[in-house]
């Protein structure tokens, strides 16, 4: 029943900017942790970035840090990750997950589907 839709991927050229999405369903929203994921293919799917229910504590991977800014708007139960800088070794799937304080991959309950993000150089 819950339900994690990410938006905004596409394909852009080294330097330019995204904004991606997460439109939650089915379960309260802002109990959870938000945060995203992106794997690369045939690599590990990698931590990016997490923000607690109100907002007030936010963490990002080393990678990332200065470029991206996670947000989320509990009223419209829509999570987001504004990306900036963009460089080729962005490209990814990037996954919206919900869940406990953590960065691994099993402290998040609930995954989307996933929306690509294509960086050209």
């Known amino acids: 029943q819950v339900q994690l839709v990410e938006s905004g991927g596409g394909s852009v050229q080294a330097g330019g900017s995204l904004r991606l999405s997460c439109a939650v369903s089915?379960?309260?929203?802002?109990?959870?942790?938000m945060g995203w994921f992106r794997q690369a293919p045939g690599k590990d799917r990698d931590f990016v970035a997490r923000?607690?229910?109100?907002?007030?504590?936010?963490r990002y991977a080393d990678s990332v840090k200065g470029r991206f800014t996670i947000s989320r708007d509990n009223a419209k139960n829509t999570g987001y990750l504004q990306m900036n800088s963009l460089a080729p070794d962005d490209t990814s799937l990037y996954y919206c997950v919900l869940g406990s304080w953590g960065d691994r991959a099993a402290d998040f309950r609930y995954w989307g589907q996933g929306t690509q993000v294509t960086v050209s150089s």
């Open positions: 089915g379960t309260t929203f802002n109990y959870y942790t």
């Open positions: 923000i607690s229910p109100n907002s007030g504590q936010v």
